[in-house]
């Protein structure tokens, strides 16, 4: 039993009061089809199980109410905050919920939120300073007025490696697919959007399809590592700086980061900064300013690094997207498409 419940990627559903009741079943069901696919496909990943918590009736923090016979007192891979469907309900003693968030948080645990459920990660003080999705000030104007504590972005959704922020009337479906790519891969997330009728705007899917890193390793020093590579984009990320970031040595941090995360330090790095770099290219910009951009004087280098890690030049890159969007702006595909399969080759 000790076996399967370390197979497990636990994704967390905080029912705070207010927030969508419905939020947690919907992820379970296509945890459920991706779990399925991924043992179909012969992928040696680990299983999803989605968790329901509600704060508990004697004013501690949360509580699982579901999926606790099956993870003990584990504490949970993820943590998924939905959006509210009413805007009556009060946290009573919010700072319990705050605390909560943060000292899981702290213990390795990915947030991930949609909608309102960002503002609650603000509170948390979770945001300072990190890319969030845009939000939309209309729908939620008590979120967009605590708008200062992060960098905003046109995005509807952003993975910044240990948070992710969706906002949308489909938010919560968006969150639940970029879920299944980080834990089951590409393959497995477009066949469950396939086989549940999502069809996803040409905005989304390049994010959808992005590099995402492993945090939900247990290792907390590699995890000091991760999080100062995330905030400073890998800038003037030598080996040096990042035993120095993590506290550990550099033959003790090659190790433990590659064992972690599935990738060397540098390579790591390599990967953070090439999705940078498409974020940079689907604004538009020019290839040598984006390449200075995120690190890269030599643009030969960087052209060839985009080419292995991308399977394509950043030129023909660059081309698809706006391809895409002239599509996408002239209303010939106003739904957007279906993700698809893709052959991702990266080392």
């Known amino acids: ?21 419905s939020a947690a079943s919907m992820l379970a069901e296509m945890a459920h089809v991706g779990n399925r696919l991924a043992q179909q496909q012969g992928r040696h990943t680990a299983r999803i199980l989605v968790s329901r918590w509600i704060m508990a009736s004697d004013g501690g923090g949360p509580q699982r109410v579901a999926g606790a016979e099956m993870l003990d ?25 705050l605390d909560w968030l943060s000292a899981h948080y702290d213990g390795g645990s990915l947030m991930a939120a949609v909608n309102d459920g960002i503002g609650v990660l603000s509170r948390a003080g979770l945001l300072a300073g990190r890319t969030v999705a845009s939000v939309d000030a209309t729908r939620f104007p008590g979120l967009s007025s605590q708008g200062g504590s992060w960098v905003p972005s ?15 009337s489909q938010a919560w479906r968006f969150l639940a697919l970029r879920l299944l790519y980080r834990v089951h891969g590409q393959g497995v997330m477009a066949a469950v959007a396939h086989q549940q009728g999502i069809v996803v705007p040409a905005g989304i899917q390049q994010d959808l399809e992005r590099f995402s890193a492993n945090f939900a390793h247990g ?3 590699v ?11 890998a800038r003037g990320a030598t080996l040096g700086a990042i035993c120095q970031a993590s506290g550990l040595e550099p033959r003790t941090l090659q190790r433990r980061f590659l064992k972690a995360t599935g990738l060397r330090p ?7 900064r090439i999705a940078k770099a498409q974020l940079l290219l689907q604004l538009g910009g020019a290839i040598d300013e984006v390449a200075w ?20 030049t950043p030129a023909t890159y ?11 702006q002239a209303g010939s595909s106003p739904m957007g498409s279906p993700v698809r399969p893709i052959d991702r080759h990266a080392a």
């Not at 000790?2 to 969508?20: F, M, Q, R, S």
């Open 293 to 312: 951009g995120v690190g890269y004087a030599d643009q030969s280098a960087f052209r060839r690094l985009f080419l292995r890690i991308v399977g394509m």
């Open 154 to 168: 046109e995005r509807l959704l952003v993975d910044d490696g240990d948070l992710l922020t969706v906002t949308g």
């Open 73 to 97: 007192a584990t504490v949970p891979a993820i943590i998924a905050l939905p959006g509210q469907v009413s805007q009556n309900g009060q946290i009573r003693d919010e700072s319990v919920l």
């Open 1 to 21: 039993m000790d076996a399967n419940k370390n197979e497990l990627t636990e994704i967390a559903v905080v029912e705070y009061p207010g927030a969508d009741p």
């Open 318 to 328: 660059r081309r698809m997207v706006a391809g895409k969007q002239r599509a996408a």
């Open 219 to 221: 290792d907390r020093d």
């Open 223 to 233: 995890l000091k590592a991760q999080r100062w590579l995330h905030t400073t984009a």
């Open 266 to 272: 540098i390579e790591y790095c390599q990967r953070l």
